[in-house]
């Protein structure tokens, strides 16, 4: 069983930056697969970005790709997510999940990241 509880949401302009964070518990994170989902108002949850276990491999939709960073600290069970270059189209709630045996398990309660223009 995992929990995980995402943090640093927020409101910010175009252009500008957020660093969202996801604290998991258990003494099994590190063998999880990552992610960031989001879902815009009206809109399908949508995959953004995961991390391998060992967070060597990640991967991106192609509208995030060079903005958005995914990285994860095993010592701190917390998985993270830099967004730079923010664009109202990203406004939505962002998500963790974490994945083990290829399917995504357990969610977090969301965040909410609201881009203006």
């Known amino acids: 069983q995992v929990q995980l509880v995402e943090s640093g949401g927020g409101l910010v302009q175009a252009g500008g930056s957020l660093r969202l964070s996801c604290a998991a518990s258990?003494?099994?994170?590190?063998?999880?697969?990552m992610g960031w989902f989001r879902q815009a108002p009206g809109k399908e949850r949508e995959f953004v970005a995961s991390?391998?276990?060992?967070?060597?491999?990640?991967y991106y939709t192609d509208s995030v790709k060079g903005r958005f960073t995914i990285s994860r600290d095993n010592a701190k069970n917390t998985v993270y997510l830099q967004m730079n270059s923010l664009k109202p189209e990203d406004t939505a709630i962002y998500y963790c999940?974490?994945?083990?045996?290829?399917?995504?398990?357990?969610w977090g309660q969301g965040t909410q990241v609201t881009v203006s223009s």
């Open positions: 991390i391998s276990v060992s967070g060597t491999n990640t």
């Open positions: 999940a974490a994945n083990r045996g290829g399917t995504w398990s357990y």
């Open positions: 258990g003494r099994t994170f590190s063998s999880y697969l």
